[in-house]
């Protein structure tokens, strides 16, 4: 029996890892974590009957208690960011699933792996932010850190054990998001329409990434830092089928790709069940019924965070993390109507322009990078439009 904690539980990859879980026979629930979707995770205990829940503060926690002895639970409430540490330390739990949104799950996983516990991991953000260090960690503590997003988890079957010597390049592939045909205005694009993925339903940050392509910039970077090649190695390519989750070529030339339809339960429950492969519910994939896959190089000009996340990986140091805390900072503030949806790049480029790096690569570091960040992406929106201007 494996015990899982599952980081996020209420958010879409949490939700759908518990639904994988649920389909399972050697699985069990022994803790979940949210931030303030109480309601959610109440129905989830009531399906999972958790040891340990986490909850984003010390209210809700109270709540939750008075709640869980009402209905005769012996679950123990953790709270905060302590709380996140202490659930992935439960001695009871074998595996984290990390699914919570953005470099909010740094520490978390960090603690995870300190306390040798294999990863199955989602939560791109914090590979871009210090994913370098992360993967050292756990080399030293001899854990496993199993991609949960589709590319990488492809990337990961594709490559099968062989040495990254072998590798000649990755291809990284991308729907392409609603954008990638959008001849008009992009200053003019609403939430709404931004909101609209063609292929997946997911979480708003990672929908909005998609639509800027900043989440293939994010991928990007998360390949360089999972499979240890350098980001020169990884190639975007727009595949709108979204059946090639994404393909490696060898030294030799062979060219080995993952396909399958877009479900993100596959991936999720190969990193659940890695190494064995177990009967699943996804549809079979019917590729005469699809007739084509398609593949085109992506426009670097019209999705500038592309370039972004591309320019940031090769100058290292702390810029990966600087990229994505100021990309939060600037989505959160589309997502609330304050900036256009191009701003988002300039948002990026201008805190990434303005940040003087550490020379000293280390956790603390590129945590510190993330702070920076996010203090100056949040006054350089708020003097903008204070002063009522745009951004260059
Ligand atoms: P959602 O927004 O749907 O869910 C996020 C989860 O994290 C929720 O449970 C939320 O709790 C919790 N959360 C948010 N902020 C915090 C915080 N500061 N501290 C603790 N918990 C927090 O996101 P997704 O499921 O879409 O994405 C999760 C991660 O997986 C992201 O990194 C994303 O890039 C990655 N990913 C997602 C894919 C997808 O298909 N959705 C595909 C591949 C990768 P609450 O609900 O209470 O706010
Ligand atoms: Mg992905």
């Known amino acids: 029996m494996k015990r899982i904690v599952v980081l996020g539980s209420s958010g879409s990859i949490g939700g759908q890892t518990l639904d994988v879980v649920s389909k399972l026979k050697n699985i069990s629930v022994v803790g979940l974590s949210v931030k303030k979707n109480i ?24 709540d939750l208690k008075i709640w869980l002895k009402r209905n005769n639970f012996k679950t123990t409430v953790f709270s905060g960011d302590k709380g996140l540490e202490e659930i992935v330390s439960v001695p009871n739990a074998d595996m984290i699933v990390a699914a919570i949104v953005g470099a909010a799950g740094l520490k978390s996983i960090f603690k995870a792996v300190k306390e040798k516990k ?44 062989a040495k990254k010597s072998q590798i000649k390049k990755i291809l990284l592939t991308a729907s392409g998001g609603p954008f990638y045909k959008y001849k008009k205005d992009f200053s003019k694009i609403t939430l709404e329409q931004a909101l609209v993925h063609p292929t997946w339903k997911m979480g708003k940050k990672i929908t909005v990434d998609s639509a800027t392509l900043m989440n293939k910039g994010l ?6 830092v999972l499979f240890g090649v350098p980001i020169e190695k990884v190639e975007i390519l727009i595949h709108p089928q979204s059946t090639v989750h994404s393909m490696v070529e060898f030294n030799d030339g062979a060219v080995i790709a993952q396909l399958s339809n877009p479900d993100m339960r596959l991936p999720i429950q190969y990193a659940l069940t890695y190494p064995e492969r177990v009967t699943s519910n996804i549809k079979s994939l019917d590729l005469v019924q699809l007739k084509k896959l398609e593949f085109f190089k992506p426009d670097f000009r019209k999705f500038p965070c592309l370039q972004l996340a591309y320019d940031c990986a090769k100058k290292g140091l702390q810029y990966p993390a600087v990229l994505n805390a100021s ?26 322009e303005a940040y003087s790096p550490s020379k000293r690569i280390s956790v603390r570091t590129s945590v510190n990078a993330d702070m920076w960040s996010r203090n100056f992406a949040i006054s350089l929106i708020d003097s903008k439009i204070s002063k009522g201007c745009g951004f260059s």
């Open 219 to 224: 991928e990007a970077i998360e390949t360089s």
């Open 39 to 62: 309601l959610v995770l109440k129905d989830q205990i009531k399906k999972f009957h958790p040891k340990y829940v986490c909850v984003g503060n010390f209210d809700d926690a109270k």
């Open 327 to 352: 990309n939060e900072i600037a989505v959160s503030a589309f997502l609330n109507g304050k900036i256009k949806f191009t701003d988002i790049a300039r948002v990026v480029n201008n805190t990434v």
């Open 118 to 161: 294999d990863v199955a991991i989602a939560n791109k953000e914090v590979l871009v932010c210090a994913g370098l260090e992360l993967m050292e960690l756990s080399r030293k503590n001899g854990v496993k850190i199993l991609p949960v997003d589709s590319e990488h988890s492809a990337i990961f079957q594709c490559c099968c054990g």
